[in-house]
């Protein structure tokens, strides 16, 4: 059974992988037309930075490695302190959004946006002040 279930797993991530292609690619119009890089550094003003950190390898030993992470920071309006229009949708209920409290009850954004995974979310937030 654990052959089987393996064999179909494979077979369904290689399915999904075959897939991965852009909204255009599949017909999906949007206005405008993509910029040079079709990312959002395109858009002028917008700064992105990010770090990923890969270390140690074997099991892991709490506080020592290995280490799979990384974070994304975009400041929307570069290195100005103006606000942005903002919203939020949560897709699955299962991320830690912090800041969203404001975004509802102002419309806005007032800093950078960090991207990351769940646990290192509170770390990301204090990195950004």
């Known amino acids: 059974m654990k052959k ?6 494979l077979c369904c ?4 992988s075959a897939y991965s292609q852009r909204a255009r690619e599949l017909g999906i119009s949007f206005d405008g ?9 395109d858009v002028k003003g917008v700064l992105v930075g990010y770090k990923t950190l890969i270390s140690g390898t074997g099991g892991l030993i709490t506080g020592k490695g290995p ?3 990384g974070v994304t920071v975009i400041l929307p309006k570069g ?3 103006d606000p942005v229009p903002a919203g939020w949708f949560c897709l699955n209920g299962d991320g830690e959004m912090t800041g969203t409290t404001a975004i509802d009850e102002y419309g806005f954004n007032y800093g950078a946006i960090g991207i990351t995974n ?7 937030r204090d990195g950004i002040g």
């Open 4 to 9: 089987i279930t393996l064999t179909f797993c």
């Open 13 to 16: 991530s290689f399915c999904f």
């Open 33 to 41: 037309n993509p910029g040079t890089e079709n990312a959002i550094t």
């Open 67 to 69: 280490v799979r992470t």
């Open 79 to 81: 290195k100005s302190i």
């Open 118 to 124: 769940t646990n290192s979310v509170g770390v990301v």
